[in-house]
């Protein structure tokens, strides 16, 4: 028997915790595991946003979605509790998985490791918690939370918040300061009714297979998989589709892609655009997506997407990008509106960023772009939707996809600024969302890292920060 003396006291939803252990270990129960005492597990909202670093890979994505895929990938690997299901992240394959996190004793965000990701059912009740900058989560009513109350650092479930506490928040996200230098077109289009060139794919196969088991698995697409074996080996045949690729290197029992992938081009049955597998991260291609993200809608039946804006500075730069893309445009004058035909790249803006106005979201790799990346994409954005207006002493985007206001909140973290995202009080048809930059301190880091590319905003922006 022995007694352990600390200078601490139980807080939060320690005390009822504890309570739980001891009655378990005296009622002779050898395995205990406290998710959360009234069985919510101390859990958040599946839509909840959560930043992940894996290796040298951050993630932004709603919880809900990491857990579920994990919990697909891996489901011989669950343990079932009694009311909630487990896995340990030492059983996966993308190996350490790290959470930014506060060091109560530092007042510091640091990396810590997850151990586990558990899934639950929600309760009847749920709290929403939402800060006066904007922020706001959904969580269970024991979940902790650290709190500034009169003075002291406290932990709280979240059913004992007050109004008048403060919430701890970090003042900046970490990044990875080394420019992306490609995205894996493969993974983004690997569902679409897109096509490889396949001769590549089938010389590198013939080093692992013979000619007769590739031909043996081609049998299930092909009516005449001979012919078509030696069509696609002899370069005369357009092209191979994508799934189809991944269902041949499954049935052959080989990884796919393998080797050669710098010759892999994805498009089109038959097309004048195609693009690599890898696609190179440049200012260009950053600055398009941001001028996409701001005045861009992608037609996918059409096979065209559009940008319009009639500010004749900002055409131009949207043209000077398309140029060094080459990609070929056309400018319907009468509605300021620069047309591109292009059946793949308007996949591929669909898939990154959105269609249309409400569906519209950063790119996936935002979090693994450099600053300097970053800023390219924000400046377009913000040329676009965004405005320096010094009579009400802020810089401010409107937008009415919700997704987005709050990813480019958490993007603009990344350079210590921090920005109010709240519904417009303006009249509007449909409901709008305002990300807001306001205090020197903030103005002058948007300055700064980011700013315009249109003379005229630019100018109103350093008047403002003038005044």
Known sequence: MFRLKSPFK???????????????????????????????????????????????????????????????????????????????????????????SLNPITKQSEWKPILQLIRHFSPEVLYRVKTACGRKITVTGDHNFWILRNGEFVLLPTNQLKNTDYIPLPLEIPGIEKDLTEIDLLEILKDEKLYINGRSLILTTLSYKKSKDIIGAMKEYYADPSSRFYEIKNNKCPGLPLT????????????????????????????????????????????????????????????????????????????????????????????????????????????????????????EFWPNLSQNQLAILLRAYFDGDGGAFSEEGRVAATTISKKLAFDLGYALFRFGIWARISKSEKKRKKEAWEVVISGNENLLKFKQHIGFNLPKKQKNLEELIRE
């Open 10 to 100: 139980p807080t939060g939803d320690q005390p009822q915790a504890i309570e739980k252990l001891t009655k378990n270990l005296k009622a002779g129960v050898k395995n205990q595991v406290l998710l959360g005492v009234t069985g919510s597990g101390k859990s958040v909202k599946g839509d909840s946003p959560i930043f992940i670093k894996q290796g040298e890979k951050i993630i932004c994505c709603p919880i809900g979605q990491l857990i579920d895929n994990l919990f697909q990938q891996y489901s011989h690997k669950i343990i079932h509790l009694k009311e909630s299901e487990m896995l340990p992240v030492s059983q996966i394959k993308e190996g350490i998985l790290e959470a930014l």
């Open 244 to 363: 189809t690729a991944y269902q041949l290197a499954y049935k052959l029992e080989i990884d796919f892609p393998f080797g050669h992938i710098d010759q892999i081009r994805i498009g089109p049955y038959s097309c004048k655009y195609t693009l690599p597998a890898q696609v190179s991260i440049s200012n260009e291609l950053l600055e398009l997506f941001g001028y996409y993200l701001a005045e861009g809608s992608s037609f996918l039946k059409s096979e065209y997407f559009q940008i319009g804006n009639p500010d004749s500075f900002l055409q131009q730069r949207v043209k000077n990008a398309l140029d060094k893309l080459n990609l070929h445009w056309t400018l319907n004058k009468s509605q300021d509106i620069i047309y591109v035909g292009s059946k793949i790249h308007t996949i591929l803006l669909y898939k990154l960023m959105g269609g249309g106005a409400f569906s519209k979201r950063l790119p």
